[in-house]
């Protein structure tokens, strides 16, 4: 299946400071992306949908100037967590949407851990 | 918006055993109905999908159904094994490819 590579796996950081995701996709051109957040023991929750040379699309309750996504070529879109806190801790996780055969066509980053001191 | 609900939250079998997990979904426009398997810190792994113009799936041990009437699908394990153990989850769309809406996930235990 295709790839989606998210960089970094963790990240630990101070109260305050900016994070910046990425996510690629290796092997094939994503025009939307997805980006969502994980709580530990809780559900993925959908945060936003980015789609390229576009703006993002922010589901309810998702600060949009907190969480900046650039999507600026199909293979890479990056969500940016500005001024952090400890409650952005969490699992951010990516997906993206291959369009190409097959029946599987949305296809995950594997995640990055963000802990917030 | 979509509004899926998943049961239960936690499950416990034996190995060998069978273990269903159910979800409803509210958006009647849904049409795909993907299953996910996700262990601690990892990816969710896609494990069987199936969509509307279809009421069962197959592969493997693992299966799905899907009445549509109802708008409740569910994912039935059998002869499970201890490394089926992780946390699933049901989801729904409005096609493979869009943003997925998931239920609050299952944690399954399957001990020998």
């Known amino acids: 299946g295709a790839v989606v590579s998210q960089h970094p796996s963790w990240v630990i950081c101070k109260s305050g400071t900016s994070v910046k995701i990425e996510c690629r996709s290796l092997d094939f051109q994503a025009t939307t992306m997805f980006w969502y957040r994980q709580f530990p023991k809780q559900s993925l929750m959908l945060m936003a949908t980015?789609?390229?040379?576009?703006?993002?699309?922010?589901e309810q309750g998702v600060e949009k100037d907190k969480f900046l996504i650039n999507h600026a070529s199909l293979t890479l879109s990056t969500l940016t967590v500005t001024s952090a806190h400890p409650e952005d801790s969490s699992f951010y996780i990516c997906?993206?949407?291959?369009?190409?055969?097959?029946?599987?066509?949305?296809?995950f980053g594997s995640g990055t851990q963000l802990s917030v001191l | 918006g979509e509004n899926v609900e998943q049961h239960p939250s936690t499950l416990s079998v034996q190995e060998g055993d069978s273990a269903v997990i159910k979800c409803t979904y509210s958006d009647s426009a849904s049409n795909y109905f993907p299953w996910y398997k996700q262990e601690l810190g990892k990816r969710p792994q896609l494990i069987i999908d199936?969509?509307?113009?279809?009421g069962e799936k197959k592969d493997q041990r693992i299966a799905v159904t899907l009445n549509k009437t109802a708008k409740h699908f569910s994912l039935h394990i059998t002869e499970t094994q201890p490394e089926d153990s992780a946390v699933y989850f049901c989801?729904?769309?409005?096609?493979?490819?869009?943003?997925?809406?998931f239920g609050k996930g299952t944690s399954l235990l399957v001990t020998p």
């Open positions: 997906s993206a949407d291959s369009r190409t055969g097959g029946s599987e066509k949305l296809f």
């Open positions: 199936i969509r509307s113009n279809v």
């Open positions: 989801a729904a769309s409005r096609d493979s490819g869009y943003a997925l809406n």
């Open positions: 980015s789609n390229e040379g576009s703006k993002a699309t922010y």
